[in-house]
């Protein structure tokens, strides 16, 4: 077999690798999403991110109450697929409004600031949205 297909077989490996890796990440985000919606059923839930052009990588979830104290801010950076979320209790029964101006939130980690902005933002849009639900209420059928 010449080099260039030994290259290319190189190749194909790794990027089976990666994407193996990826979808392990997805699944973990996921299975966190999905745990933290299911035992805080009321109250609000915002995800952010801050993408690290050659640094780290950051998402942070902040679970909100219905009148927004923060009951749990969880942190996933790193720069690989094996990066776990992880719980910053030190933001834990804060208020959404001292958690925007707390000035020292990603003290240290760059990008964490960012995606705690990012995922207040989202609540944000959630508590401004109506609360109608989707659905096929405003279909006007043939008939009528």
């Given at each position: 077999m010449a080099i260039w297909q030994w290259g290319l077989l190189a190749l194909g490996a790794?990027?089976?690798?990666?994407?193996?890796?990826?979808?392990?990440?997805?699944?973990?985000?996921?299975?966190?999403?999905?745990?933290?919606?299911?035992?805080?059923?009321?109250?609000f839930v915002g995800a952010g991110n801050c993408r690290g052009r050659l640094g780290k990588g950051v998402i942070v979830l902040i679970v909100v109450t219905p009148d927004?104290?923060?009951?749990?801010?969880?942190?996933?950076?790193?720069?690989?697929?094996?990066?776990?979320?992880?719980?910053?209790?030190?933001?834990?029964g804060l208020t959404l409004d001292a958690l925007r101006s707390n000035s020292n939130a990603g003290e240290g980690e760059p990008g964490v600031a960012e995606a705690?902005?990012?995922?207040?933002?989202?609540?944000?849009?959630?508590?401004?949205?109506?609360k109608e639900k989707p659905g096929l209420?405003?279909?006007k059928t043939v008939g009528a």
């Open positions: 790794v990027w089976a690798l990666q994407s193996l890796g990826v979808w392990l990440q997805m699944r973990h985000y996921s299975d966190v999403f999905k745990g933290v919606t299911a035992k805080y059923s009321d109250g927004l104290v923060v009951r749990r801010l969880l942190e996933m950076s790193g720069r690989s697929v094996f990066a776990k979320f992880r719980r910053r209790e030190e933001f834990e705690i902005k990012r995922a207040i933002e989202q609540i944000d849009r959630m508590r401004s949205e109506p209420t405003g279909l």
